[in-house]
């Protein structure tokens, strides 16, 4: 159009030059006519220069008004080359189709998404892009589709002008496309018409919106929600008691095992603090492995601890630190060994090591103290035999040497029966009368 009223003004300019011309052509040629048609002459060509010079004017203003025309011309094709470029460089496939759904345009991101080139997807019915599955049973949703927007078509094609309110007829619909020689591809489809004045819908737009990233993702969420779960319940069924915390000491994650151990259940602990759940009694402690695991990464050691029903028990404990994606300490992971009772074991089995180690310090000191009062309680015998009957004293302090060495024996051999472990009603040994006669 621009083209033909450029073409238009140069010719009209053109005549407009020949004119001139002519009109040069008249004057001159009035020099040499007669006076008595000079007059009639000039007031001919006063006319004619009056003419040209209206053409001039309205010469100018078409040049001006085709100037005008040509930079908005070339705005106008620069809108459309960006709005072309857009359309092309879209990163959802977009299609162009009449009424009928013939393909008029296609972008790349749709012809990527069908595996075709646009060129050859020029002139075909859209429908043989739509998967068997959605296309060819009777209640399918590109049935459904294809209606909806046939109604509206014909609708708007009966009334003339009166459009709906809103051009978009399909939002967002999801349907299965038949990309060439690969799987269906999930899409989000949304269709617009675009009305004009005198026939209704001129053509269709076609936006498809691929899900297949939406649905690897739902995929591997889905994974991960089920290995978390798997993992879970591992951790529901080992026998430590494994919980999670926060950088904040706000306890996250608390296994069967815990609640076994602490008799607190997961929903009483979850939020709370640790330490002043199981910690009360050594935060000092607590504070220097929490720095040393921030620090190295891990500590390993034992732990005195409070249940719910204010028992102590023992643990032995693991503390890791758990990482985020970027590399940033993120929570602290604890697994709690209950060593309680192999701490008493332990306990017990020194006691009994100590006993025997004073039984067979007993056993030796009752070996040297029956070799010291052998030989006195012998001699103290033999010598009332020896002494005559007259010195009377002298047998009398014999005999109390004789009565206290085995009394001092009796002693040795109650304590040499406790420290074999004899556990005899018989021979019980009253340490504190041991200790009071051998004082």
């Given at each position: 159009?621009?083209?033909?009223?450029m073409?238009n003004?140069s010719r009209f300019e053109?005549?407009?030059?020949?004119?001139?011309?002519?009109?040069?052509?008249?004057?001159?040629?009035?020099?040499?006519?007669?006076?008595?048609?000079?007059?009639?002459?000039?007031?001919?060509?006063?006319?004619?220069?009056?003419?040209?010079e209206?053409?001039?004017?309205?010469?100018?203003?078409?040049?001006l008004?085709?100037?005008?025309?040509?930079?908005?011309?070339?705005?106008v094709e620069l809108?459309?080359?960006?709005?072309?470029?857009?359309?092309?460089?879209?990163?959802?496939?977009?299609?162009?189709?009449?009424?009928?759904?013939?393909?008029?345009?296609?972008?790349?991101?749709a012809?990527?998404?069908?595996?075709?080139?646009?060129?050859?997807?020029?002139?075909?019915p859209?429908?043989?892009?739509?998967?068997p599955?959605d296309?060819?049973?009777?209640?399918?949703?590109?049935?459904?589709?294809?209606?909806?927007f046939?109604?509206?078509?014909?609708?708007?094609?009966?009334?003339?002008c009166?459009?709906?309110?809103?051009?978009?007829?399909?939002?967002?619909?999801?349907?299965?496309?038949?990309?060439?020689?690969?799987?269906?591809?999930?899409?989000?489809?949304?269709?617009?018409?675009?009305?004009?004045?005198?026939?209704?819908?001129?053509?269709?737009?076609w936006?498809?919106?691929?899900?297949?990233?939406?649905q690897?993702?739902?995929?591997?969420?889905?994974q991960?929600?089920?290995?978390i779960s798997?993992?879970?319940?591992?951790?529901?069924?080992?026998?430590?008691?494994?919980?999670?915390?926060?950088?904040?000491?706000?306890?996250?994650?608390?296994?069967?095992?815990?609640e076994?151990?602490?008799?607190?259940?997961?929903?009483?602990?979850?939020?709370k603090?640790?330490?002043?759940?199981?910690?009360?009694?050594n935060?000092?402690q607590?504070?220097?492995?929490?720095?040393?695991?921030?620090?190295?990464g891990?500590?390993?050691?034992?732990?005195?601890?409070?249940?719910?029903?204010?028992?102590n028990?023992?643990?032995?404990?693991?503390w890791?630190?758990?990482?985020?994606?970027?590399?940033?300490?993120?929570?602290?992971?604890?697994?709690n060994?209950?060593i309680?009772?192999?701490?008493?074991?332990?306990?017990?089995?020194?006691?009994?090591?100590?006993?025997?180690?004073?039984?067979?310090?007993?056993?030796?000191?009752?070996?040297?103290?029956?070799?010291?009062?052998?030989?006195?309680?012998?001699?103290?015998?033999?010598?009332?035999?020896?002494?005559e009957?007259?010195?009377?004293?002298?047998?009398?302090?014999l005999k109390?040497?004789?009565?206290?060495?085995?009394?001092g024996?009796?002693?040795?051999?109650?304590?040499?029966?406790?420290?074999?472990?004899?556990?005899?009603?018989?021979?019980?040994?009253q340490?504190?009368?041991c200790?009071?006669?051998?004082?």
């Amino acid at each position: 159009m621009v083209s033909d009223v450029m073409m238009n003004f140069s010719r009209f300019e053109q005549e407009v030059q020949e004119a001139r011309d002519r009109l040069k052509i008249i004057q001159e040629d009035t020099l040499d006519s007669p006076s008595s048609l000079q007059e009639w002459h000039s007031e001919t060509i006063s006319e004619l220069s009056y003419a040209i010079e209206e053409l001039d004017v309205a010469l100018e203003e078409m040049r001006l008004q085709n100037e005008e025309l040509l930079v908005a011309r070339q705005e106008v094709e620069l809108k459309r080359q960006h709005y072309q470029e857009l359309f092309e460089l879209a990163p959802d496939g977009y299609l162009v189709t009449d009424e009928r759904g013939i393909i008029q345009e296609a972008n790349r991101a749709a012809a990527a998404l069908l595996n075709i080139a646009s060129k050859y997807l020029i002139g075909k019915p859209i429908d043989i892009f739509i998967s068997p599955s959605d296309r060819d049973c009777p209640d399918s949703k590109w049935l459904q589709i294809t209606r909806s927007f046939e109604d509206c078509c014909c609708h708007s094609n009966h009334n003339g002008c009166k459009h709906p309110a809103s051009p978009l007829l399909i939002n967002n619909e999801e349907i299965y496309l038949q990309p060439r020689q690969q799987e269906p591809l999930l899409v989000a489809l949304s269709v617009a018409a675009s009305y004009n004045a005198k026939d209704g819908v001129e053509s269709l737009r076609w936006s498809l919106r691929d899900l297949s990233e939406r649905q690897a993702a739902i995929r591997e969420r889905k994974q991960a929600q089920e290995k978390i779960s798997e993992q879970a319940a591992l951790l529901d069924v080992t026998t430590d008691a494994i919980l999670v915390c926060d950088l904040h000491k706000q306890i996250l994650f608390w296994n069967k095992a815990a609640e076994k151990l602490y008799s607190w259940t997961r929903e009483e602990v979850l939020g709370k603090d640790i330490l002043a759940l199981l910690c009360q009694n050594n935060l000092s402690q607590l504070a220097k492995i929490e720095q040393e695991v921030l620090q190295k990464g891990s500590w390993h050691g034992e732990l005195n601890q409070t249940t719910k029903a204010r028992e102590n028990i023992i643990v032995e404990s693991r503390w890791s630190l758990v990482l985020d994606d970027e590399n940033q300490p993120k929570s602290i992971l604890i697994v709690n060994t209950d060593i309680t009772f192999s701490k008493q074991l332990e306990a017990s089995h020194l006691r009994c090591q100590r006993l025997e180690a004073i039984g067979t310090l007993a056993s030796g000191i009752v070996h040297d103290l029956n070799n010291i009062l052998s030989p006195i309680l012998g001699l103290a015998q033999f010598l009332q035999v020896e002494i005559e009957p007259a010195d009377a004293g002298v047998k009398d302090r014999l005999k109390i040497i004789e009565i206290n060495a085995k009394r001092g024996a009796a002693l040795l051999k109650q304590i040499s029966m406790f420290a074999c472990g004899i556990q005899d009603s018989r021979y019980s040994c009253q340490l504190v009368c041991c200790s009071r006669n051998l004082s």
